[in-house]
């Protein structure tokens, strides 16, 4: 496969532009479609964001006295908070309380111009406000409604709230995350809601995709328990055809050895896998424990994880005895799987990550100079690029409703009335 190059640098545009001045190329791929984010924290802002990287109008709508909650989450400079500069990149920003009358107006004629619909409310909040798949498809037959809950649209759980942790908690991944003896880990960080974002944006370019072809848009449901349960692999088909429970097992795994995280003589950790047989058999031999190669269990990686306390004591103990550039010298030399630990500044540091360009910089007008992970993939042809980072709350209000046709005097009405 041919290199991609690096997506370019962007910039942002000034504070007092209106983030419409800083529209996509026309060569982006989704340019000219229409992205209402009216979703919160954090999956469906997360599939927006996406579509929004690769040319996509996005218009984030939210409510006049209580924005997204991500603009608070987490660590903040000056005030601002850094997470929403990341999750609300490229998405011109306005305020609408979909409650009031004037809301729910204005909300139709933004839906008639769009492509796409995000949601995350409770099933039965967009019906309750006369605002569901018959008030929306009705303005717009071509309109993807993304519906984005913990639990789906219907079932038993289906009015509860939910969030990702449940997610993690309800898929099986907790259950089989941690050390044998340890209670069940959940991630420190949004894993289900980053995943469901994931499974969004897919499900909505599959939807835009059939619409090329009937002419009509539809609903996509997405239930953020159910994406993480994909990943997490055949656990499933294993119960179902063997009964069988995949337990905990810390940093080793049941279908290969040596597999495990080991420290180095200076203090740091580095990883190690061995999923393919001449990989384990290279790094045996750099530890210097041939022989091992030979026992008949050594043949399969089932068989080695039955082992794993003595090719851990092999691999390990050399590890041990040697600093972390030793080691990664000595494992590249020898073509055998290894990566450091690393934490962030690490990765920001990272040559690979570099080469990449999968950290980028960009301009902010509330707080100048930033780095972030880039778009999350390379089109060598039509590239995505992030023109802004996550712009003040409502910042694109009057721009966006005056370019819908609104007049001042129903700008004025619409704030009256609180809906703006």
């Known amino acids: 496969m041919t290199p991609q190059p690096p997506v370019p640098e962007p910039t942002a545009q000034a504070s007092t532009e209106s983030a419409a001045q800083a529209a ?18 954090f999956a469906g802002p997360i599939a927006a964001m996406m579509l929004g990287d690769f040319g996509a109008e996005v218009v984030k709508v939210e409510h006049p006295a209580k924005p997204d909650p991500s603009r608070g989450h987490g660590p ?46 409770r099933p039965g909040t967009l019906e309750r406000w006369e605002l569901g798949w018959p008030e929306l498809s009705a303005v717009n037959p071509r309109l993807v409604l993304a519906r984005v809950t913990g639990f789906g649209q219907f079932g038993p759980y289906a ?16 259950a089989i995350t941690g050390e044998p003896d340890s209670p069940p ?13 994931l499974a969004t944006a897919y499900a909505v370019m599959t939807a835009l995709a059939a619409r090329e072809r009937t002419g009509e848009g539809q609903i996509v449901d997405m239930a953020i328990i159910e994406p993480i349960l994909t990943v997490l692999g055949p656990q499933p088909l294993w119960y179902d055809q063997l009964g069988y429970i995949q337990p905990r097992t810390g940093n080793r795994t049941q279908n ?12 740091t950790w580095v990883a190690v896998s061995t999923s393919a047989q001449s990989v384990a058999e290279r790094v045996l031999r750099l530890v210097g424990r041939p022989e091992l190669i030979d026992e008949p269990w050594f ?52 040559p690979q990550y570099q080469a990449l360009g999968t950290l980028t910089t960009l301009h902010d007008p509330q707080l100048g100079r930033m780095r972030m992970q880039n778009v999350l993939f390379r089109l060598s ?39 703006l």
Do not use: C
């Open 185 to 197: 880990t959940l991630p420190p960080f949004g894993l289900a809601d980053s995943i469901a974002g």
């Open 381 to 419: 042809a039509t590239p995505g690029a992030i023109r802004w980072a996550g712009r003040p709350h409502g910042a694109d209000t009057d721009a966006v409703l005056t370019e819908l046709g609104l007049t001042p005097e129903e700008l004025a009405a619409l704030r009256a009335e609180g809906a």
């Open 299 to 350: 043949a399969t990686g089932a068989e080695r994880a039955e082992h794993a306390d003595v090719l851990d004591e092999a691999v390990g103990g050399w590890i041990a005895r040697h600093t972390r550039t030793e080691v990664m010298e000595a494992f590249e030399k020898a073509e055998a799987a290894i990566a450091p630990i690393q934490d962030v500044r690490d990765v920001m540091a990272d």
């Open 24 to 41: 996509p190329e026309p060569a982006a791929p989704l340019a000219g479609l229409r992205v209402l984010d009216l979703a919160t924290l």
């Open 76 to 121: 903040a400079k000056d005030g601002v908070g850094l997470w929403w500069k990341l999750l609300g990149r490229n998405k011109r920003t306005i305020t609408l309380d979909l409650s009031k009358p004037g809301g729910r107006r204005t909300l139709l004629r933004l839906a008639a111009t769009a492509d796409v619909v995000v949601e995350n409310f």
């Open 159 to 174: 009015s509860r709230p939910g969030f990702g942790t449940l997610a993690e908690a309800m898929s099986g991944f907790a």
């Open 256 to 267: 290969n050895a040596p597999r495990n995280t080991y420290r180095t003589s200076d203090g």
